[in-house]
């Protein structure tokens, strides 16, 4: 009998035994790192998600029914950047914020590498999506949030990004810039392979080279463009070798080829490269970069006066748009085409229903940049507004349309007289200052009507002027007036007067307000320091602005433009331009 109940007390234990057994076995099945085989999995996931997306999504589902807890993270990854390869961005952003907060909100989880590093995919991922719809202040928000998550060099590089796309030229490349510097190698993903290495660098290269673009936008000055082709060139040598990505590689490269010759107005030379797309089937299976090709070939054929193509290629455009939703910029200027396109046919009709489509349009956009960021070219809002309102306004009535069109025609003329006369006036008035200071004679600053306090009585004691009168030289001498604490009361005390005789004085003896006094010594000293070192030439606005004792750019801005009725840059260049 006792060895009966030994036997089943022995059965009994086996059992919990396999129970707690398999129960460790599965919590360090969930725990544990991929396998070789799960390794092999993702990398050829990764591969198909270039080649055939349809089947990577296959392969990812799979891997999302895995018993190791990883793999199955993995996978819903995978799944994820499956929709979002198709431009399905709501659902990619509804998957990856549900991995992101599963791992996030686990401590066990996210304080293991791999997970963590899983994270740190999903913001990048996220990112590039709230980029592309233009969702910029979502994609900080992710950066700040999840900033101990990601790399701190990822970190840089998106925030470069992001000051780009938010007109922040200059501090945008230079994170960017420093980001390719300091990053000899960026640390791959789960299961990435030593090839996607080669891609992020290439698409960092990318980056950059489009930020010159549109600085050149900004600027127009060509160094920009010379500096975005580098960089284009670059990111083609790295990936030209990459049997998987050469096709799509050398279609980019025309791509930035393309836009460049637009910012120069060669509008035939970047169809050329346009048109190299029919040798490149890679194109058509990334609509977005068939949504810029199209985008591309309907603006030049529209400037090389051939309509039909234009619209031709404008409505293929929409049809992508349909799919992507990228971008609302894009897609306002391709209704503006379709717009002009019409209106040069004479199909008055549809000219109106796109003309009233880009105003609608420009209403929902109003929080968003008005300048198009993915396509760049000299379009903007106001100008789209213009030509739509032109259009829509002269609908009723031929007449009307002759009238609008010969009011416009003087408009543009009258514009460009007043244009030409302003130039003149703005180019005499700068010789006038260059004359001046090579013969070391005060500058004629522009006369303001200001109003003169009144202060005390209308006569001034002699001694009392000379005493200012020494006091001020003194001052000036020693180029007291650059401090950013020259102020009324500064100089009374320094005197040994008091501000209403000082105030005075300048009111009745140098016909002038103290302000307008110290505004046209800094100008003086800013023109002949700009005159005599062309070194100071190259310093910001910002930098010159602090050395005359002004706090910010604008308020220098306005001042010089007050005084010499020129702006800071003009004057600048125009010293360059003639090599002063």
């Known amino acids: 009998m006792n060895s009966i109940i030994t036997q089943s007390l022995r059965e009994k234990l086996l059992k919990v035994l396999t129970v707690l057994l398999y129960f460790c076995c599965t919590l360090l099945c969930n725990a544990q790192e991929l396998t070789a085989y799960e390794n092999i999995q993702t990398r050829n996931i990764q591969k198909l998600l270039l080649t055939d997306p349809e089947k990577a999504y296959e392969e990812a589902k799979k891997l999302t029914r895995s018993s190791n807890q990883f793999a199955r993270y993995c996978g819903d990854y995978y799944v994820a950047t499956y929709f979002y390869t198709k431009c399905n961005y709501p659902k990619s952003e509804k998957l990856l914020l549900a991995l992101l907060k599963s791992i996030d909100e686990n401590q066990t989880l996210n304080s293991r590498e791999n997970f963590k590093d899983l994270m740190g995919m999903c913001v990048n991922k996220l990112f590039y999506l709230y980029k592309n719809i233009g969702e910029y202040n979502q994609a ?166 051939q309509p039909d193509s234009a619209i031709y290629f404008s409505k293929k455009f929409i049809k992508n748009y349909e799919v992507t939703k990228v971008s609302k910029e894009n897609l306002l200027i391709v209704y503006s085409l379709l717009s002009q396109s019409y209106s040069q046919q004479k199909r008055t009709e549809l000219a109106y229903s796109y003309a009233k489509m880009s105003l609608e349009l420009i209403k929902e956009m109003d929080n968003i940049k008005a300048e198009s960021l993915d396509f760049l070219h000299n379009y903007d809002i106001m100008s789209i507004k213009k030509e739509s309102d032109a259009l829509l306004s002269g609908r009723h009535t031929f007449i009307k349309i002759m009238i609008g069109m010969g009011l416009l025609l003087v408009l543009v003329i009258s514009s460009f007289y007043n244009y030409y006369q302003k130039q003149k006036q703005k180019h005499k008035r700068f010789l006038a200052i260059i004359q001046r200071l090579k013969e070391k004679k005060p500058i004629n600053f522009i006369v303001t009507e200001s109003p003169i306090e009144e202060s005390g009585s209308k006569n001034m004691d002699d001694e009392l002027v000379q005493k200012i009168e020494s006091g001020l030289a003194r001052l000036e001498h020693k180029e007291a007036y650059l401090k950013s604490d020259f102020k009324l009361a500064f100089v009374a005390k320094k005197l040994n007067t008091n501000t209403a005789y000082l105030s005075q004085y300048f009111n009745q003896v140098l016909q002038k307000t103290f302000s307008e006094y110290t505004q046209e010594l800094r100008i003086n000293f800013v023109l002949q320091k700009l005159n005599n070192s062309p070194q100071f030439r190259n310093f910001t606005l910002q930098a010159i602005a602090h050395e005359i004792g002004y706090k910010d750019a604008t308020t220098f801005v306005k001042v010089f433009k007050k005084q010499t009725g020129l702006t800071p840059n003009y004057y600048i260049e125009n010293l360059q331009r003639n090599d002063l």
């Open 140 to 305: 900080l928000i992710l950066l700040t949030t999840y900033n101990d998550k990601i790399p701190s060099d990822r970190y840089q590089q998106q925030l470069g990004i992001l000051k780009v796309a938010m007109g922040d030229y200059t501090h945008g490349i230079e994170l960017l810039k420093n980001d390719l510097r300091t990053s000899k190698h960026v640390k791959l993903g789960v299961a990435e392979q030593k090839e996607m290495n080669d891609k992020l660098f290439a698409d960092r290269h990318n980056e950059i080279g489009e930020a010159y673009q549109k600085f050149y936008l900004q600027t127009r000055q060509k160094k920009y463009l010379d500096s975005a082709d580098v960089y284009f060139n670059r990111a083609a040598k790295l990936m030209l070798n990459d049997p998987l990505q050469a096709d799509y590689t050398q279609a980019l490269l025309y791509m930035h080829k393309a836009k460049s010759a637009v910012l120069k107005g060669d509008y035939s030379k970047a169809l050329h490269f346009y048109k190299m797309r029919k040798f490149h089937p890679e194109i058509q299976k990334n609509l977005r970069t068939a949504q810029i090709f199209d985008l591309g070939m309907a603006d030049c054929y529209f400037h090389l006066n």
